[in-house]
């Protein structure tokens, strides 16, 4: 199983940046459509963003679509989620997650394989 880890995280204020990084534990990485989901207090994990194997598929959750950049580099095995224009309902827990399906361009939790232990987000107002 990969293991994952991803580091970027912390506060900001809102219409700020941050960059997310999720590194991989093995090569066979570069084989998985990889992805980002945010969870946030009291609400259920749900899919942000994605990115096919190849790089050349990207799909977005549409409340962050034009603001949020997700891409990856397999020679390093690491995934970004560079997010721009930050908003307070952004803030979450948001957690990598590797061996993705996506659906009519919105990623399965329940088909993930493997998954990051999150990094906390917080944007204030």
């Known amino acids: 199983q990969v293991q994952l880890v991803e580091s970027g995280g912390g506060l900001v204020q809102a219409g700020g940046s941050l960059r997310l990084s999720c590194a991989a534990s093995?090569?066979?990485?570069?084989?998985?459509?990889m992805g980002w989901f945010r969870q946030a207090p009291g609400k259920e994990r749900a899919f942000v963003a994605g990115?096919?194997?190849?790089?050349?598929?990207?799909y977005y959750a549409d409340d962050v679509d034009g603001r949020f950049t997700i891409s990856r580099d397999n020679a390093k095995i690491t995934v970004y989620l560079q997010m721009d224009s930050l908003k307070p309902e952004d803030t979450a827990v948001y957690f990598c997650?590797?061996?993705?399906?996506?659906?009519?361009?919105?990623?399965?939790?329940?088909?993930?394989?493997?998954w990051g232990q999150g990094t906390q987000v917080t944007v204030s107002s």
């Open positions: 093995e090569r066979t990485f570069s084989t998985y459509a």
């Open positions: 990115i096919s194997w190849s790089g050349t598929r990207k």
């Open positions: 997650a590797a061996g993705i399906n996506f659906l009519d361009g919105r990623g399965d939790p329940s088909t993930v394989r493997s």
